[in-house]
């Protein structure tokens, strides 16, 4: 089973910083992987897929980028909304299952 | 444009069961492989299960698997997850969603219902 190890756990910026967000495999995995963003009280969004191309309506401030087994969300210069948990996701094929990091918070500082 | 509406939670007791729903509309229903994530209060995303476009391959997360079965009616837009032998554990958000086409992400999701298992 892939584990994904999402870091930081909670990030604090202010709004127009640089944030980088990091999700780690425990082994290798092919470029099948997404970052969600999820507002309280509101369900997950798709931001980024396949690493690094971004979902319909996902801002160009956001960017996916790595391979293997290291993989980064960056947002170039946060905006209010930006402000969220972030999860990345994959896809394990033996077993069937799909897996997610345990997110980042990202906080306005 | 597309929408998915789930429905169904409530409080349960341990051991008994629930069925939730999800209505979809604003795409073609039966192309598209559907999908269960939950969330327990102040956790992350869990995967629960999928079911593919025409029904044919159903497959759960180890957590749920015998437990928990999921349906769908592609004549009513409806996907269903029946859930037996509630545990306080599965207290959590259940969302449904759609997989994007490529198998691998999910790319709009309901807006979710609360189960609580609680005596």
């Known amino acids: 089973e892939v584990v994904l190890t999402q870091s930081p756990a909670a990030l604090s910026l202010s709004p127009g910083e640089r944030a980088t967000l990091s999700c780690r495999a425990s082994?290798?995995?092919?470029?099948?992987l997404a970052w969600y963003q999820q507002k309280p009280g509101q369900a997950p969004r798709l931001l980024i897929y396949d690493v690094s191309n971004r979902a319909t309506g996902t801002p160009a401030r956001f960017s996916g980028s790595g391979s293997g087994t290291d993989f980064t969300l960056t947002i170039s210069s946060l905006e209010p909304e930006d402000f969220a948990v972030y999860y990345c996701?994959?896809?394990?094929?033996?077993?069937?299952?799909?897996?997610f990091g345990q997110g980042t918070k990202l906080e306005i500082k | 444009q597309v929408q998915l509406v789930d429905s169904g939670g409530g409080v349960v007791p341990p051991g008994k069961s629930r069925r939730l729903s999800c209505a979809a509309s604003g795409f073609t229903f039966s192309n598209y492989a559907m999908y269960w994530v939950r969330q327990a209060p102040g956790k992350g995303l869990e995967w629960v299960g999928l079911i593919l476009y025409d029904g044919s391959e159903k497959h759960y997360a180890d957590s749920v698997k015998g437990r928990f079965t999921i349906s769908r009616d592609n004549s009513k837009n409806t996907m269903n997850l029946q859930m037996d032998g509630l545990r306080n554990e599965d207290t959590a958000v259940y969302y449904c969603?759609?997989?994007?086409?490529?198998?691998?992400?999910?790319?709009?999701w309901g807006q979710g219902t609360l189960v609580t298992v609680s005596s």
């Open positions: 082994q290798s995995v092919p470029n099948y």
């Open positions: 996701q994959q896809r394990s094929n033996w077993p069937l299952m799909y897996n």
């Open positions: 969603a759609r997989g994007d086409g490529s198998g691998y992400y999910f790319d709009f």
